[in-house]
């Protein structure tokens, strides 16, 4: 329902950027299925049409939703009544923080694309928690990201991941460690290939204790040659893959983080790069994240090796029709190549007709 998203934005997008963010996740946790029916009711076929499997689990649809729309794990049953395959919440850290001082979020509609600074604002691990566990997910993939406290040191950094591993494994279908936000000072430090190991080496006898996939989320702005260190240091810990990518810095722009098309080409070549090198490896999975807005990168990840991609900002700029056009596109190659499966349309990308 194109033109009820489009009137809702026409009221969004005359606030602030962030006080519509929060106006929204309150009305749709406060009535998720109404306003899941009101945006044209996203529900899937009872059968494996979509399905494709990532690190063990099932993704109804290829799109998640990416971490950082639902923070607070707020409006899980709402993101989960629409077509999306999986939802991360998140990043949580152990101590509800305020994050930056506003304004930290701004749009550039012309080029569909966000800035933010917001500096994991959220409840704390205690409230999350508890919304987590009253949440409907109506059977999709729940993914919980997590992070660090700004006052905590880097040399106590450990222990806050350890907190929330601890915390969040049970109730989780997958855990994210995010080092990549670049509105956590010292954060990004961790993706270094030694640090890092040091970092899963202390989460080591929980993992043993609580197994759950875990994923690394990784930064758009890491150099090429940091990639093959980071992959060797996924695989020696038998991590689940990497999500790329996080927002880029952009600094003709101002501070923080820059998501959507702007976001685009750099976290493509780091994706492609990534899956080249993980490709010998086939139990290390990449979820693809930035830029994402049509079946056409679901395409370009496909013909490079991926499966399932997750998206924010062209969420924000297209509602949920962005889940619906890609569903018509997925559903149209099927047919015209008749194959029953989206897992047979990717698993023989090289001989499909494609009609972009
Ligand atoms: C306002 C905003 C807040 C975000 N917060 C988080 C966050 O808390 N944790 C995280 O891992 N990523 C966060 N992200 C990054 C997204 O999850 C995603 O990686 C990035 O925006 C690229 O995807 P996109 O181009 O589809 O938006 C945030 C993005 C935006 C726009």
Redesign the pocket.
Known sequence: MASFYNLFKSFAFKMDAEAAHISSIKLLSSFPLVLSEVFGGQKLPKNDRYKLTVGGQDWSFPIGL????D?NAEAIDFFSSLYFGAVEV??ITPESQIGNPRPR?FRYPKECS?R?Q?G?NNDGAEKIYENIKDAKKNCKILGI?L?KNKATSQEKAFLDYQILYKKFAKIADYL?L?L??PNTPGLRDFQQSERLSELLSSLKDLRKEIPVPLYL?ISPDLSELDLPGIIDVVKEHNLTGLIG???TIVESLGAG?V??KL?RPK?QKIRNKVLEYIKETPNIELIG????SEFSDLINFWQNGGKVM?????FIFKGPNVLLDIQRDIERHLVLNQVNTLNQFISNIDEMKIIL
Do not use: D, E, I, P
């Open positions: 990416a971490a950082g729309l923070k998140g990043t979020l966000l933010n917001m994991f990201n992070g994210v995010n990549s936000s989320k990518t996080n927002t983080g998501s959507g976001l976290s994240v930035g830029g994402v997750q998206l924010y900002t062209s």
